[in-house]
């Protein structure tokens, strides 16, 4: 069994301040982590993921996360909020073993404010 | 290549009717999985269809099924429309092997039940 949590279904930050959006999951079984953007009316972008090469992973537009085993938590970071960040971010988990259905997140709402 | 592409973009239809929603993946991918976003509920997996067989299934009712063509097309199909069902409906294909664990998500498909 797998799951994910999002704290925070709504985060509002600074333009110019650090991002954090929070993601702990659950697995009986070593994970693949990801997280996705997505702007409205739009499908979802893969930000980056985790599968077991460097527990800190960088991805697109600036974000990275780090994968903690011992906190069960991959957080999503960026340095500088941009207003272009403002969007719904989703962490999703699946199993490292064959074809294994993806769990996401409730979504977390990114506010930028000018 | 060509991203993941769904038909149509927008539905609207009436409670007691049935729709069928059309996805084609990624060129070579042959794996497509279906999902359904509401804001209550967040992303919750339908199934996931491989070489023309579902291979995992999530918790919805028979009214929703699908099946997968010989060119890894795929068509979800809801019989008996409820209010309930309106949603935004997403594919996600994924290629096999090593690049099997990221899922390439479409723009998705709007129903609107009335």
């Known amino acids: 069994a797998q799951s994910v949590t999002q704290l925070g279904s709504h985060v509002s930050v600074s333009e110019g301040a650090l991002v954090l959006l929070r993601c702990n999951y659950s697995?009986?079984?070593?994970?693949?982590l990801f997280w996705y953007v997505q702007y409205p009316n739009q499908g979802l972008q893969l930000l980056l993921k985790?599968?077991?090469?460097?527990?800190l992973v960088k991805g697109i537009n600036g974000f990275e996360a780090e994968f903690k085993k011992s906190e069960t938590s991959f957080h999503l970071t960026k340095p500088s909020a941009h207003m272009s960040d403002a969007a719904e971010y989703f962490c999703?988990?699946?199993?490292?073993?064959?074809?294994?259905?993806?769990?996401f997140g409730i979504g977390t709402k990114l506010q930028v404010i000018p | 290549k060509a991203g993941v592409t769904q038909t149509p973009r927008y539905l609207i239809k009436t409670r007691g009717q049935q729709v069928t929603l059309s996805c084609s993946p990624i060129?070579?991918?042959?794996?497509v999985s279906w999902y359904q976003q509401t804001p209550g509920q967040g992303l919750q997996f339908l199934f996931e269809?491989?070489?023309?067989?579902?291979?995992n299934k999530g918790n919805f009712p028979g009214r929703f099924s699908g099946r997968q063509f010989s060119n890894s097309r795929s068509e979800m199909n809801v019989s008996t429309l409820e209010l309930g069902d309106s949603a935004l409906y997403l594919c996600?294909?994924?290629?096999?092997?090593?690049?099997?664990?990221?899922?390439?998500f479409g723009p998705g498909t709007r129903l609107t039940v009335l």
């Open positions: 060129s070579g991918h042959r794996s």
């Open positions: 697995s009986s079984v070593p994970p693949y």
């Open positions: 985790y599968t077991s090469a460097a527990t």
């Open positions: 269809y491989f070489s023309e067989t579902q291979r």
């Open positions: 999703a988990v699946s199993p490292k073993v064959g074809y294994q259905k993806v769990t």
């Open positions: 996600a294909s994924r290629a096999t092997g090593a690049l099997a664990d990221t899922q390439y």
